[in-house]
């Protein structure tokens, strides 16, 4: 068994989204697992116990000065790259009492923080990444400073002792990138399969009561923040088609996308069988995803892990998700999922009435992907084992808490 290790966790994150969800479960996953974790960020995602929970959406709290900051494009990017000597003077600091086995840093625009400190320490730099930062930020038309930001891209995913990408199609753009192909790895996103359990499953028929669907419902449930580009509108295009009378979208959650989608819904006759439940609490999320008979991934990057994607494998519900290498990494059409031709209404149809017409095939779809998330350890326990692993390979021995001298 591995001894536990000390960890110094670095972030530069703001939100309250998918990226502070990653952060959340991740040290609590190492945590659990034994090891020390200090989390070092202006905005700390992380309690200090050994479980900390998702956020909670929708939550009265108030946001922080930096999670308030809204500032032009360039000015963000100057604060980004000024930020190293802070994120450095807070490093050096925590190790200095903390004395970390290795820094663990997710990676962000123009940030190398952390790999100066890890240098400066003697320790190893394990640097996650979830997209391809400079190249994502230029095709979007948000980068003002492109030369400075490939060159610390370059510098950070080429001096880090392992890149950790969240699937493969990324990993191999890192790789062209600047990433090292030797100590590149992959390890997606995860779930955590107990809160699938039983008090879970109890209060799941109360949940669907309260959506007051028709007795032969098949409920396709979508979670997350709704953008134009989820193409949410090809479903409801997709419910007007014979054999999906009895399709029900539900959603949850918000977004820009919302709104626009629920006019359509009236437009085209379909108000009925779309139940628009707004931001669902984490606690209460479980309970949701287990009384649909169906998840949905409409649209997604094409190098991108999405968290949705792993907890509908742990809840055992019937996943369809568009047909790209990223998702393929994960789903294997016809045996534990299905996969259409992204933003193609007729391949959409085709799979969504499989679902439909076939209830017991869409129950035996969703238990074995259940049973490959258990089977691969698509879990945030399984991927703390597989960061530690990283490490230990890079210092099979390194005493532990010896690396910050």
């Known amino acids: 068994m591995t001894r536990g290790r000390r960890i110094l966790y670095h972030h530069r994150i703001r939100a309250e989204d998918g ?57 963000v990017e100057v604060l980004e790259i000024a930020y190293n000597q802070q994120g450095r ?76 990408a969240v699937t493969r199609v990324l990993a191999d753009l890192l790789v062209d990138a600047g990433a090292r192909p030797e100590r590149t790895h992959v390890i997606g996103n995860g779930a955590v399969p107990e809160r699938y359990g039983e008090t879970a499953r109890q209060a799941a028929p109360a949940v669907r009561a309260r959506w007051n669907l028709p007795a032969d419902a ?42 626009p989608l629920l006019t359509s819904a009236r437009e085209r006759g379909l108000a009925a069988r779309v139940v628009a439940l707004g931001e669902v609490g984490s ?45 393929r990494e994960s789903i294997r059409d016809g045996d534990d999922g299905l996969l259409f031709r992204p933003g193609e209404v007729d391949d959409l149809t085709r799979q969504l009435a499989r679902l439909v017409a076939d209830r017991g095939f869409a129950r035996e779809l969703g238990e074995r992907g259940r049973r490959r998330l258990l089977t691969e350890r698509w879990t945030w326990a399984g991927n703390a084992e597989r960061v530690i692993e990283v490490f230990d390979r890079l210092a099979p021995a390194t005493p532990v808490g010896e690396g910050a001298r």
């Open 19 to 75: 990226q502070a969800v990653h952060v959340r479960e991740l040290i609590a996953a190492l945590r659990n697992a034994g090891h020390e974790v200090r989390e070092c960020a202006l905005v700390p995602k992380a309690s200090a116990n050994a479980a900390p929970d998702r956020p909670k959406p929708g939550s009265a709290s108030k946001p922080g000065f930096w999670q308030r900051l809204s500032l032009p494009r360039a000015a």
């Open 89 to 164: 003077a807070m490093l050096r600091a925590a190790a200095a009492e903390f004395r970390p086995d290795f820094v663990y840093e997710r990676h962000a625009l123009h940030c190398r923080a952390g790999l100066d400190v890890a240098r400066q320490l003697g320790v190893p730099l394990l640097l996650e990444v979830n997209s391809p930062m400079v190249a994502e930020m230029q095709h979007l038309g948000r980068l003002r400073f492109p030369r400075r930001a490939r060159r610390t891209e370059r510098a950070v995913l080429g001096g880090a002792d392992a890149v950790l």
């Open 218 to 259: 098949f409920a396709l449930g979508f979670v997350g923040y709704m953008r134009p580009w989820h193409r949410l509108d090809l479903v409801l295009e997709a419910m007007q088609r014979p054999g999906l009378e009895p399709l029900v979208l539900v959603l949850m959650g918000r977004g820009p996308a919302l709104e």
């Open 283 to 327: 606690e209460l999320l479980p309970a949701h995803v287990l009384a649909c008979d169906g998840a949905l991934i409409p649209a997604i990057n094409d190098y991108a892990s999405p968290l949705k994607l792993f907890d509908s494998l742990a809840a055992g519900v019937p996943t369809l998700a568009p047909d790209q290498p990223n998702l």
